[in-house]
């Protein structure tokens, strides 16, 4: 968490300087929110096949999102694109709505009951052969 704070700050004075022309909505915020949803939510999915503690996957699943954010926008910073604290705000954003999708369907799925469908052996070890 601590890099992704240090490189928060770092980009602050830059990203100030272009807020101007940077609205808080539009296409480009829309990206930036359903990409960090997604993230999120595979993150938290992955961390699931790891993990059984929900604050990790939790944990997992935002850091991930955050990390692809800040990434972005100091690739941007770089002289790719124009950095955008806005953009960053919007990853955050969508990576606590998505790592938040993930809790919620976690728990919705535990006290599901299985699939109700029958168990078809294709072959039983045990059977005499015909």
């Given amino acids: 968490m601590r890099p992704v704070l240090v490189a ?8 100030a300087q272009a807020q101007s ?9 829309a990206l930036h929110l359903s990409v960090s949803i997604a993230a ?13 503690s929900r604050p990790v ?5 935002l850091g991930w999102a955050l990390a ?3 990434g972005k926008e100091l690739y941007d910073l770089g002289g790719h694109g124009t950095a955008s604290g806005r ?6 954003v969508g ?3 998505g790592a938040l ?3 919620g369907l976690d728990w919705a799925l535990e006290d599901a009951p299985p699939a109700a469908h029958p168990r078809v052996e294709l072959w039983d070890p045990g059977a005499a052969p015909s």
């Fill in 68 to 70: 692809l954010g800040v």
């Fill in 21 to 29: 022309a940077d609205p808080w909505w539009g296409r480009d915020k």
């Fill in 101 to 103: 999708i993930g809790l």
């Fill in 40 to 52: 999120a939510g595979s993150g938290y999915g992955a961390a699931a096949l790891a993990t059984e």
């Fill in 87 to 92: 953009d960053l705000l919007w990853d955050g």
């Fill in 57 to 61: 996957r939790f944990g997992v699943g």
């Fill in 95 to 97: 990576a606590l709505v």
């Fill in 8 to 15: 928060v700050i770092w980009l602050l004075p830059a990203v």
